[in-house]
């Protein structure tokens, strides 16, 4: 059982970057996802999840209206779009599986190791 995060990199603030979550050893689609991110010294906040029974979605008001969660069942992937990118979003990206969506890292059992997205002119 594996999670997979990559795209991660570094682009200009106003830019765009898309990260994916690949899972291998379990179906995705079953779980709600969520997108964590970690700056230097600061913990480890939400950005947005997924539930995965309805599909309901859920953003951080940081990130709302900039960023897009979405899911490729046939890949076993799910992809997090990142739009108008500003420095604030700096920071490692990891995604998550859990049976219940939540704000709370506790609630997920799987974690992807990470990406590294730097919003940097």
């Known amino acids: 059982v594996q999670l997979q995060a990559s795209g991660g990199g570094l682009v200009q603030p106003g830019g765009s970057l898309r990260l994916s979550c690949a899972a291998s050893?379990?179906?995705?689609?079953?779980?709600?996802i969520g997108w964590f991110r970690q700056a230097p010294g600061k913990e480890r906040e939400g950005v947005l999840c997924?539930?995965?029974?309805?599909?309901?979605?859920y953003y951080a008001d940081s990130v709302k209206g900039r960023f897009t969660i979405s899911r490729d069942n046939a890949k076993n992937t799910v992809y997090l779009q990142m739009n108008s990118l500003k420095p604030e979003d700096t920071a490692v990206y990891y995604c998550?599986?859990?049976?219940?969506?939540?704000?709370?890292?506790?609630?997920?059992?799987?974690w992807g190791q990470g990406t590294q997205v730097t919003v940097s002119s």
């Open positions: 050893g379990f179906t995705l689609d079953d779980y709600a």
């Open positions: 997924i539930s995965g029974s309805d599909g309901s979605t």
């Open positions: 998550a599986a859990g049976w219940e969506v939540s704000w709370s890292p506790w609630s997920y059992d799987y």
